[in-house]
Structure formats: C-alpha cells, structure tokens
C-alpha cells in the first residue's frame, strides 16, 4: 500500500508536461505535394505543441515574417532549418510563418502559417465572446490507472484538468483507504 501512495505522490509532483507533436504535412510530410492550409485548418496548436518537419535535401525550413510568407521571401528568414526532420516548438501565443526557400516552392504552395493559442485560455471570461453554435466541452474523466490510451491521445482540456482529475483520483483512493482503514 505504502507503494501505491508513494506512486501517487510522484505522479502529482511531476510537471505535466503534454505537448502535441504535429507532423506539418500529415503523411505527406513537407514537400511540393503538401497543402498546407487545409491541413492546418484541421489541427489545433497551443503553446508548448512541436511541428515536426520531414523533408529531403531538396526542400528547407524557413521561419520568416507574415509580410515574407505572404511574398514568398526568404532574404530575411528569422530562422532557416535543413536537416530533414525539424522540430519546432510553438513556445508564444500568436501565427509563425514558414516557407520553403528553394526556388519556386513557396509560391507553389509550400507555406505555412500556424496560430498559436494560449495552453489554458481563462475559461469563463465575460469578455471573450465563444463563437456562436459551439457545445461546451465535456472530457469525460477515465479512472486514474486506466491505461487504454489509443494513439494519437485525444487532446483534453490541458495540463489543468489532467492535474484536476488526477487530484480526484487521488483523494477517491485516499477516501477509499482511510474508509477501510476506520
Ligand atoms: C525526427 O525527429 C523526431 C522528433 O525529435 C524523432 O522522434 C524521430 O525519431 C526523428 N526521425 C528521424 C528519422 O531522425
Ligand atoms: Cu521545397
């Protein structure tokens, strides 16, 4: 018993750290063949996620400004990656532009922008409108020691919720301990 509890202790003291890694691109990867605006329309990123890029030596990773990805200009990239498989981390609230500088990508369609949104936006501020028509979220808490998790995790409401459900958990197996004990 001594052992659980001491698993538990560990399991809260521990950072939650939960990063979505996307891999820009989906299947197709990073290279002429890509859209990049209908697959980002289909990801959520929020600080702390990763893109990860997969790409051959005939393509590179270029952060550049709006205005640059707008006009496909690699002169004053911010940032300029080749090795093939480049993570980025998505560490500010905000978009991040990408461009593939070899000649004639970009304007072909190998561009990326990204928006970035907060990890835990306040949740219920009077002042942020939610668009119309969207249900609230429910994430259905599994019980703590659960361990069907089907790749990739479905994303839940973030660290704060994991740590709230994992207090539940918590104080559910602590009740149940001093409930036999007494
Ligand atoms: C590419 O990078 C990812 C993330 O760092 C890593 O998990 C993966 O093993 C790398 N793949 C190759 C082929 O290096
Ligand atoms: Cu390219």
Redesign the pocket.
Known sequence: MAMQITLLILMLATPVAYGV?HIVGGSTGWNQAGDYVTWAAGEKFVVGD?L?F?YDSSHKVDVVSQADYTACNSGNAINSYQD????VALSTAGSMYFICPTAGHCSGGMKLAVTVTAANPPSTSPTTPSPPGTPPTTTTPSPPGTTTSPPPPPRSNGAASIYCNMMFGFSVVLGTMFAFMG
């Open positions: 890694q990763t990860l997969t093939g498989n480049t993570t």
